[in-house]
Each structure stands twice: as structure tokens, then as C-alpha cells.
């Protein structure tokens, strides 16, 4: 279980363990029954089963509390989930759901896979069975997903450690019913644990609960379970290619409004190809979300495809640097006039070649599935990575010279304007912000006062040393927090300026996170961008 209790946007809380930070209840009333649970504050430092000390809540959902708690017979802290149930239940139903829950937590405490969380024991407290788990220290994938989408590499390898944990508990017949971004925890050394294997399940999971809500996640379960079938292993898969499609598409496939119309979703809609995931990784999440769960891809062709999709991309050839020999003069006469002008233009190519490298040392070639998009209307190319969307002005609007392109997950863009000299007639070139980054000699006054049009609050980093096919060129880093009180995240933008000999001025802005996993991926976006940029006329 997670140290942190953190759980990503999304989250159910009728059924995570870990999840939610924990929020003040309302005292309970009175009732006939089992006596109701002690209020929690009172338990911090409770001893259960002689053994397991409570330290602090980490977490809790709808079917329980997570604590962190110090293992005194053995010297080591653990997580230790306190089981609920719903307080509508009769009673002889709450004894049938104990009672499930102390089969299935030992049928889970079988399972030995480096991705499945250990369960250690089986604390039977007032006839409540309290779950001993291993304590993994680490972030939820929800958590991960707030910053952006995984790269396909990176979502195959996460799914290929979730595969083995299903095909682990399959084995031992144990359904996880509930697989999703905030049940897996990202650990140290990249380890990947899946957490949950249907301890905390009631056995009607596949209908509607007395409330209406759905004992699970809507947007994750399988169409089989909406109809009120009887879930198998096939069903867990299709939660797998949900989630596979989430991770890579920064989108839920089948997330709508309200609980009703997901599940409608999940019965009768089909998601749009996955963009951002092709090749073996595209064919498992097709293969995965087909309704009939008969037709789905079995687990071992989908460990087949990951194990491809996960693959690091095979070493660059290296190419065998062109040497020119000078002619021999003994063999002139053979040589003739066509082979003196393949030799000039052997020449011309060298030279040209060596020109480019002089002038633009950091260009080319683009990194592995990057494209370059020529943008006619802006004179411009613009070098971005596949499955980019592009993000153009309306038809009628005014301000037409700009383009941008995201990841699908909204996360890292990189957006290229143009101001032309000839449409400038408030001279706002001269006037601002942006020409205020080059003193009146045309040099880059990195270390100048200018005040740039940057989001409040912003720190910025210029460099001096910014140039574009060596001419003067202009680049800042700003570092900002978002404005949303809610919710504010740290960003980053690194700002490219160029101004043509014509007069006109470009800007290239990436921003991407500025804390977290994709930062250092929005980074290497901001370079490549930076150093591919094409302007036609410099």
C-alpha cells in the first residue's frame, strides 16, 4: 500500500483502499446490530491481534480504512486495511460479506508476483477480518496521469507488470474486478504493484448497489458486468486495455457525466483510435476493449505485444563518413569530362553539407517518430513529436499567424507565432516585450531589464548564448505556478525569439510541467523543437 494515500483525478472512493486523504465523518447514530466501528480518531495507537500498532491513517474508501501500522512481533511497519461494509446491509448479509472478504484476502495472500501487493495476515477483530499488508512507498498512477500521458514504451512496460499480476491471481482464481490508474502503484526501482485483488468485494459487485452507484469503477468495467454476467478473466483484461488507453490518450475512453451514461458508454460506444499509441500497443487496447469478451486478445498474446511495444528502439546505424579521394593524374585521360564534373558536384555536396553543420550545429535529424509539419501560412516548419494534435485560429478569426501542437494529455505544447513587419503598423515589433530581449546593436541583451508578457509570478532564466543559424537569437525559461486555487501546479515554458532580416518576429514557446515525471520529457520536447525550427526566409 501506498505510504502517501494519494489518489489520482477520477478516483472512486466507493472502492479504493489508499485512496482518499481522510475526510471528518459524520458521527454515527445509534443502531441495531453489530455496535458500530470505534470513531477513528480513538483508534490511532490501537494494538490489533496482539501485534499490529496503528500509527496513522493513510487513507480510506468505501469499503474500509487504510492505517500504517508497526509490526511489533517482527519489527516492521506495514499497511493494515480496517474492512466496512454498507451500514444498510441486514446483518446476516454484513457476516456473508466478513466472510468473503477473509476468503478472498487469503486466496490473495497466495499469490506470489513482484506486482502484486503481499498480503501478510488475516486479523480476525470483533469478527471483522483486518488485512495485513505490505507497506509500498510510492505514487499512485492517477497521481502520475495528473502531470500527462506515458509514452508508449512506458505504458507497455507498466501494463506488461499489471499482466502478471492478473495472470498471477487468474491462476489462483482470484478476480481484481476493480483494475485502474489509482489500484497501481509506481515503486522504487520500477517496480510496478497492483494493489487490491478483490479483498474488499461484496459478491453482487456486478449489479447496482440499493444507492444506485456502481461497486467499482464505472469508466473501468467490463461490458459483461454492466449486463449482470458473471465476470471471469476477460473482464479484468478489458479494464487493462481501459486503462493502457487512458495512460497513452490522457483521456478515459468511456468517462462521462454520470454513472449512467458511462455505462451506456461502455455497453454501446466505441473510442476513438488511440492516437498517441501505435503499432503492438495500438493492437492490445483495440484488442482488448472488444465488447464480446470471447473476442477479446487472450493474455498471452497481449504479454506478446507489450513485450514488443516495450522494446527500446534499436541503435542508430552508424553511417560510414564519406572520404574524397583526389584523382589519380596518372589515370586522366580515362577519367574523361563526366567524371571531373561527378567529382565538382562531390564538391558542391561536401561543401554545402559542411555549411549546414557549421551554420545550424544543433539541427537534425529529428529524434525517432518526430515529424516535421510545414506551415505554409507562418513561411515556417515546425518539428513536433507523432501523434501531436494540431490546434489552429478559427476561419474568421483576426489573429491568424500563430499554430499550436499538443500532446493529447494537454500537458507539453509548442506553439509558433509570427508578428510580420509588414502588418505591424503600431510598431509593436520594436515596442515589445519580445524586441526588448535585443539591444538597439541587435545583440541579445541577455542580462538587460525587459518585462516580457510571462504568467504572473514567473521567474525567468534568459540565455545569452541563443543563436539561430548563427545569427542573434533570443531564448528565456520561465519557471511559474498555475492560478487555480484549487489546484495549482508548477509549469515551465522555454521561449525561442527570432527575428528575420526582413523584420519579422517569430517566438517558439514549449511548456510542459515544471515538477514531476514529464518534466524532464517536456524538456527534451523544448530542444528538439527549438533546434529543428525552419524558418523559410531567415
Known sequence: MSSDGGVGHGADETTSYLLQPPKQQPEAQPKQGPPPPRPQEADDGRLIAGRYRLLGKLGHGGMGTVWRAQDETVDREVAVKEPRVPDHLPEQERANAFERMRREARAAARLDHPAVVNVHDVAVVDDRPWIVMELVRGRTLGDVLHEGTLGAREAARIGLQVLGALEAAHAAGVLHRDVKPDNVLLGRYDRVVLTDFGIARIEG????????????????????????????????????????????????????????????????????????????????????????????????????????????????????????????VTRTRRFGRAGWLA????????????????????????????????????????????????????????????????????????????????????????????????????????????????????????????????????????????????????????????????????????????????????????????????????
Open 343 to 538: 567529382v565538382g558536384a562531390a564538391l558542391v555536396v561536401a561543401a554545402v553539407a559542411a555549411y549546414l553543420v557549421l551554420a545550424d550545429p544543433f539541427a537534425g535529424p529529428l529524434p525517432d517518430g518526430w515529424a516535421k509539419k510545414p506551415e505554409a501560412e507562418l513561411g515556417a516548419g515546425v518539428a513536433v513529436p507523432a501523434g501531436y494534435r494540431a490546434v489552429r485560429p478559427a476561419k474568421d478569426a483576426t489573429d491568424k499567424n500563430w499554430v499550436t501542437y499538443e500532446d493529447w494529455s494537454g500537458g507539453v505544447w509548442i506553439t509558433l507565432e509570427l508578428t510580420r513587419k509588414s502588418q505591424d503598423s503600431l510598431n509593436e515589433i520594436k515596442n515589445s516585450a519580445r524586441s526588448q530581449m535585443y539591444a538597439d546593436d541587435e545583440k541579445f541583451r541577455g542580462q538587460g531589464e525587459y518585462t516580457l508578457a510571462m504568467p504572473a509570478g514567473a521567474r525567468t532564466h534568459p540565455d545569452d548564448t541563443a543563436t539561430y543559424h548563427g545569427k542573434e537569437a533570443a531564448k528565456n525559461t520561465a519557471v511559474y505556478t498555475t492560478n487555480d486555487s484549487q489546484n495549482p501546479r508548477p509549469r515551465e515554458l522555454q521561449i525561442f525569439y527570432y527575428r528575420t532580416a526582413a523584420g519579422d518576429m517569430y517566438r517558439l514557446t514549449v511548456g510542459y510541467p515544471g515538477k514531476g515525471d514529464f518534466t524532464a520529457r517536456g524538456r527534451e520536447v523544448a530542444r528538439a523543437a527549438i533546434a529543428n525550427l525552419d524558418i523559410d526566409k531567415l
Open 205 to 328: 459487485d456486478t449489479r447496482l448497489t440499493d444507492t444506485g452507484g456502481f461497486v467499482g469503477s464505472p469508466e473501468y468495467i467490463a461490458p459483461e458486468r454492466v449486463l449482470g454476467q458473471r465476470p471471469g478473466p476477460a473482464s479484468d483484461l478489458w479494464s487493462l486495455g481501459v486503462l493502457l488507453y487512458t495512460a497513452t490518450e490522457g483521456v478515459s475512453p468511456f468517462r462521462r457525466s454520470n454513472t449512467p451514461a458511462t455505462l451506456q458508454s461502455v455497453l454501446n460506444s466505441t473510442p476513438a483510435a488511440p492516437a498517441a499509441a501505435s503499432g503492438p500497443l495500438a493492437e492490445v487496447i483495440e484488442g482488448l476493449l472488444r465488447k464480446d469478451p470471447a473476442h477479446r486478445l487472450p493474455a498471452d498474446r497481449v504479454r506478446t505485444l507489450l513485450e514488443e511495444a516495450a522494446k527500446p528502439p534499436a541503435p542508430p546505424v552508424p553511417t560510414q563518413r564519406a572520404e574524397f579521394t583526389a584523382p589519380d
